[in-house]
T-cell receptor, first 115, second 113 residues
């Protein structure tokens, strides 16, 4: 079975541009979460979606948005990119329940560089 | 809010040495606790977990015990191998809904032959 797949694997953008990152969860998983991992730090929670609804949001500005599609894949969008947005963006999928207490499986991430 | 503190790295050991990576947490109630490992150029892999006090998680020779009284979840391995070289993250998931994981800053481990 395929694991969590993210695309693209690497991306270079210019300050002020917009970026869209994509994630396909493991088959049968209904929950997707997004994390930002700045170099040398632990991942920081951005969003969680379950059954196409936002179930959690971290402390990130409104420039960050996400959505989940009927097939449970997800997109993370970042507007007006800043140099500080350069990071590894990780997607995690889980079976998901309303209580959220199921194991998360991570993709390999998208490395975003803002220049 | 919830938080996780890991011992600062990097940590460098010789093969077959004993490993301890300290992890303490702050959270209300009884969170679930995890250790994740990240190999170069890869995402995170779950190494082990514990969901209630005094539980011991174990996998691939690694162990960690959920200590409520000391709010700790230290990672140990009796004899490390070169292939254990990676970055290790301690994390918790709070009791109140959502899939949000709170991570420590990570500890880079290098094992020399």
């Amino acid at each position: 079975d395929a694991g969590v797949t993210q695309s693209p694997t690497h991306l270079i953008k210019t300050r002020g541009q917009h970026v869209t990152l994509r994630c396909s969860p493991i088959s049968g998983h209904k929950s997707v979460s997004w994390y930002q991992q700045v170099l040398g730090q632990g991942p920081q929670f951005i969003f969680q979606y379950y059954e196409k609804e936002e179930r959690g949001r971290g402390n990130f500005p409104d420039r960050f948005s996400a959505r989940q599609f009927p097939n449970y894949s997800s997109e993370l969008n970042v507007n007006a990119l800043l140099l500080g947005d350069s990071a590894l963006y990780l997607c995690a999928s889980s079976l998901g329940t309303p209580k959220g207490n199921t194991e998360a499986f991570f993709g390999q991430g998208t490395r975003l560089t803002v220049v | 809010g919830n938080s996780v503190t890991q011992m600062e790295g990097p940590v460098t050991l010789s093969e077959e040495a004993f490993l301890t990576i300290n992890c303490t947490y702050t959270a209300t109630g009884y969170p679930s606790l995890f250790w994740y490992v990240q190999y170069p150029g890869e995402g995170l892999q779950l190494l082990l977990k514990a969901t209630k006090a005094d539980d011991k998680g174990s996998n691939k020779g690694f162990e960690a015990t959920y200590r409520k009284e000391t709010t700790s979840f230290h990672l140990e391995k009796g004899s490390v191998q070169v292939s254990d070289s990676a970055v290790y993250f301690c994390a918790l998931r709070g009791v109140q809904g959502a899939q949000k994981l709170v991570f420590g800053q990570g500890t880079r481990l290098t094992i020399n032959p």
